[in-house]
């Protein structure tokens, strides 16, 4: 795909996990808060999406739109998500409908969803637990992050059906590198490995759809999030499992 | 019931509605931005809910919130929304579980869900029409002012969640005192009458919930928005319909 996509947040590790992953399926656009300390020579913006005029140099000529900034913190103050995640997310589809892109994957969590694991912990993190998400319930944040992602994903829905920009939200898990986290079972249960990473991302860029809302796991044994939306939309075909790793994150033999 | 309840945007429709509905059923304190027109010798506060002293101050000794202030205006810019109703909302619920306060009812909106209606118009305001919304669905708002009404019921979702205060979202219809509007087809199919409007908020201060989402509209023949959870949890009784006046907004014979 010979289109430029905007990358926002790519520092951040999802940001890493897809520069790395996809470094030569799409023309990177990258913005940062700062001049990043990385490839040097790559085309990049400074500035912040909810600034308007960066959010429109920044979509400017764009196909696509990959939306990781904002404030990652899971116990961010209000104050800060509203600022960075809620308004900035705003600014950015703004600028992105006026400049005719045509496709905006957003960075939601499991934060969006993370009270419907406050009722069934530890079980719901176990094999034999039923209890399963699949993107079509309503949210229910387990802190202030978790509002404001739920409430990006609000804001898709809307410049959606206002404007038909076809929209993904990817309610990102736990994502590490090489393997799950060690000892950790919530972790395990929503691991997001890094190539599975990058390559829901590259579906949600290539795939027909016109607002989803999808979780972004490895095809995990233990999970209560579907992947069923996520397969049959985008064609997401994960390859890490974190039941293939020991509880000490030590692949099995 | 002797407790205070706390009453902000009392000047508006609703919260006139409410004031003369259910005058001498609650101790109401209102919360004004600007002293009050009427009633002078009410007991008031002035200030915006925003303001966490205001907030602080409103709230304590209260025993519910009825929040109704906000920007109204269905064409608001978002920052207006942005700043009134989302973070306004999110300063009163977190004044609201610091001073104890046990329920609260918050003004949504059917813009919440307004683009549900976009593209089933004219048919989804008519009576052989079979389209129903209950509540369940995922919002999809109609406008900025329809994002920050739903993003004030994920909030309550959140401090519900969280802190345990019970939370009635009521996604109030087309509001008019005497008689449905005349020859606007949207406006009978989710006319509220002043009468019921005040009845299904003093329902909602008392009846035993969780966390509510509800539609606030008549008995109406025509209309798209289920009562049931209305009635079934909060003993919901409408007594008007706009079916019984003329499309002139005549009552029938």
Known sequence: MDETVLLTGAKGAVGTAIREGLAGEYDW????????????????????????????????GVGAVVHLAGDPRRDAPWDAVLESNVHGTQVLYEAAVEAGV??????????????????????????????????????????????????????????????????????????????????????QAMWLSYRDCAHIHDCALRADYDYEI??????????????????????????????EYTFEGEPKE
């Open 29 to 60: 656009r990258y913005l940062f808060h700062n001049p990043p300390p990385f490839d040097p020579d790559h085309p990049y913006l400074v500035g912040g999406v909810e600034e308007p005029e960066v959010a429109a140099e920044a979509c400017e």
């Open 102 to 187: 045509e496709t905006f994957v957003f960075a939601s969590s499991n934060h969006a969803v993370g009270h419907y694991e406050s009722e069934r912990t530890p079980e719901v993190y176990r094999e034999d637990d039923r209890f399963v998400l699949d993107g079509t319930e309503l949210p229910r944040p387990g802190n202030a992050y978790g509002v404001s992602k739920a409430t990006g994903e609000l804001i898709g829905r809307y410049y959606h059906d206002e404007y038909g920009i076809s929209v993904c939200n990817i309610r990102i898990g736990n994502l590490s590198r090489d393997s799950p986290p060690a000892a950790y079972e919530r972790g």
């Open 214 to 243: 999808v979780y972004g796991i490895s095809d995990n044994d233990r999970t209560f999030y579907s992947l069923e939306r996520a397969r049959d939309v985008l064609g997401y075909e994960p390859a890490d499992n974190s039941a």
